[in-house]
């Protein structure tokens, strides 16, 4: 199991919600050696995984949209897994929606998703996939509710999510 110190948890929980969430996802990076892989993905408990999809899903919206979720090659990690489904069970039933209607874009333009593209091919997805203006919008709107709904999760379960020590 993974292992924070309490002083690191509560001097970041005193700092703010993304940074308390950070405490925990900065340790499953460390343990994943910095990253996803096929090997490496046994590592965290489904919980754990749930809590860095966010993260992922959190820090690439905010910074370039499905898109660029997408073609960092997050795609699968967060449409392919109960992700979505985590999200309702932990209390933010409107974005858990939100998931799965990023989902749908997603599984029925995967393929065009996924290619590989140069700098300008990637900057002209974002007109080809205007499908997802709405949602990453609707997403801006409440992330910080969101975000507020899963570190008070994490808080209420830490045992979940790793052994404070």
């Known amino acids: ?22 405490v925990f996802t900065d340790k499953y990076l460390e343990a994943l050696g910095g990253g996803l892989n096929a090997e490496n993905m046994g590592l965290l408990t489904g919980e754990q995984h749930a809590l860095l999809s966010y993260r992922i899903f959190r820090d690439e919206i905010l910074t370039g949209g499905f898109c660029q979720l997408i073609q960092n ?11 979505a489904k985590a999200m309702r069970l932990w209390g933010a039933k409107e974005f858990s929606k939100l998931v799965y209607k990023a989902k749908e874009i997603y ?15 990637f900057m002209a997805m974002y007109e080809q996939f205007e499908a997802f203006d709405e949602i990453e919008e609707t997403f801006f709107e409440m992330e910080e509710l969101v975000t507020a709904r899963v570190a008070e999760y994490v808080d209420k379960h830490p045992g979940l999510f790793a052994k404070i020590i």
Request: charged share 40%; aromatic share 10%.
């Open 1 to 22: 199991m993974i292992e924070i110190k309490e002083p690191a948890l509560r001097k970041a929980a005193e700092e703010g919600m993304d940074e308390f969430i950070q």
């Open 73 to 83: 090659g997050y795609g699968a990690y967060i449409f392919d897994n109960p992700f």
């Open 107 to 121: 599984d029925a333009n995967r393929a065009e998703l996924e290619k590989e593209r140069t700098d300008d091919e």
